[in-house]
């Protein structure tokens, strides 16, 4: 449509052409600008481009550096002299008080079908029971060597996990024996109590297990399997001095449940198909056995430790690892790029965690960068207003303390990447490496 004479068409329309209403025409304009949905990646997609091999490398350099094999073989022998004590204290629970006798029954059987493996649960809990009645006719001299023994093994537990979370400082030794302590004692109770609930509902609904047998007995099995996997994940979540989420301890404590009955059921195998123990030790085969289930337990703890630990991390993505020269540097750079964006906002400043999600690192890994820059004064922590220093479970929050312009590079330069001698001299005066200031690196943007 053509406007009055001498008008142009309406909307600089061509003649010919249709004139929209305007409601219709905004709502056709912002049709066209509308972006398309995002699509997201399919479980396969994600699972193609996670980056297993670092991932495996990751967790196999912290089990290498946190010397977990060795910590493991330490633990094993302090379990051998423990399990004497921990049994005294668990038999003499269930001995003062007739009511739990049946909890005793049950934890026992649980034991053997649950815990150790069958080929010398039988002995092993038999020798237990006797070393256990007998530990109480000891003296107050011979009583306390095996609570410093059992004392021992908790402490060591509590000092490898602290060691895999990398935290630098433990709670007070006090409160660490005092929850320990009533873990040991009140474990074996709640564990009981639990079990016999599950074992009073098998017996009451016999007719029904009859009726329905593989799917209740998969039920119940899996009672046993949660039990276990509660407990790890109890322990991942409590004993290290830092924040652990639930849902990471679960899945660690899930991974000891299933490698567990998967070692459990090796052990028994091979053990059948192979009597080389029972052959050679006779009677007294039931010690290297037990040594070497203890040795395997303690492995796959330690394992479900370091992958809780480094959950977080690894579900990010880990997609750079270090090795290369100058990594350390290279972080540090970062770091302090990072921190320098962050002083205009609200916080002021980023913590750990947020920093390795935004390097796509390993938190753990650039602690050390971090402690560098700490010694030179350049960044530091600050604490939540009304939190402590050091308090349990939290984590501080990193600033940037000088100011880049006037700041020289150089004592970066000497403790991460280059440290002057008479050799490099002539380097450091040809670069000018002495003269520049650290605003210098940090005016590129750091990578996204």
């Known amino acids: 449509m053509s406007g009055g004479p001498g008008q142009e068409p309406a909307g600089g329309l061509e003649d010919g052409a249709v004139a929209l209403p305007a409601p219709e025409q905004e709502r056709s304009l912002s049709l066209m600008e509308r972006p398309e949905p995002v699509v997201p990646p399919s479980w396969r997609e994600r699972l193609r481009c996670f980056p297993w091999r670092n991932t495996a490398h990751t967790l196999r350099e912290r089990f290498r550096e946190d010397r977990l094999g060795v910590t493991a073989s330490s633990l094993t022998f302090t379990t051998v002299l423990a399990l004497v004590p921990f049994f005294t204290v668990a038999l003499a629970l269930f001995t003062a008080f007739p009511i739990f006798s049946r909890v005793q029954i049950v934890l026992e059987r649980w034991l053997i079908d649950s815990l150790i493996p069958e080929t010398i649960a039988r002995q092993v809990l038999g020798y237990l029971t006797q070393f256990a009645s007998k530990a109480s006719q000891l003296g107050m001299a011979g009583f306390s060597i ?227 820059l700490s010694v030179l004064d350049w960044v530091g922590t600050v604490q939540a207003p009304g939190v402590a220093a050091g308090s349990e479970g939290t984590e501080p929050r990193y600033m940037l303390l000088v100011d880049p312009q006037h700041t020289p590079l150089a004592p970066l330069v000497e403790r991460l990447l280059l440290a002057p001698s008479a050799a490099v001299q002539p380097l450091w005066e040809r670069t000018g490496l002495a003269g520049m200031t650290l605003a210098s690196l940090l005016e590129s943007r750091p990578r996204p």
């Open 146 to 372: 095996l609570v410093i023994t059992a004392v021992a093994l908790i402490l060591t537990i509590d000092r490898t996990l602290n060691n895999i979370w990398r935290v630098r400082q433990l709670r007070p030794l006090g409160q660490r024996v005092l929850i320990y302590w009533a873990a040991i004692t009140l474990g074996p109770l709640v564990l009981g109590l639990s079990l016999v609930l599950s074992s009073y509902v098998m017996s009451a609904s016999r007719g029904l297990v009859n009726a329905l047998p593989e799917g209740l007995r998969f039920i119940f099995d899996s009672i046993e399997y949660l039990a276990l996997a509660a407990g790890m994940a109890g322990l991942y979540h409590y004993v290290p001095n830092t924040a652990v989420r639930w849902r990471h301890a679960w899945v660690g404590g899930l991974f000891v449940a299933t490698c567990m009955e998967l070692a459990k059921k090796a052990l028994g195998l091979y053990l059948a198909s192979v009597p080389t123990y029972s052959v050679i030790y006779g009677t007294f085969a039931t010690l290297p056995i037990l040594l070497i289930w203890i040795y395997m337990a303690w492995i796959i703890v330690l394992l479900g430790a370091v992958v809780t630990a480094y959950l977080p991390i690894v579900m990010a993505g880990v997609q750079r690892m270090p090795g290369q020269q100058g990594w350390q540097f290279e972080m540090a750079v970062e770091i302090l790029q990072y921190l320098e964006q962050e002083r205009e906002s609200p916080a002021k400043g980023l913590y750990a965690s947020d920093l390795a999600r935004r390097l796509h690192v390993d938190w753990q890994q650039i602690d050390p960068v971090l402690q560098a």
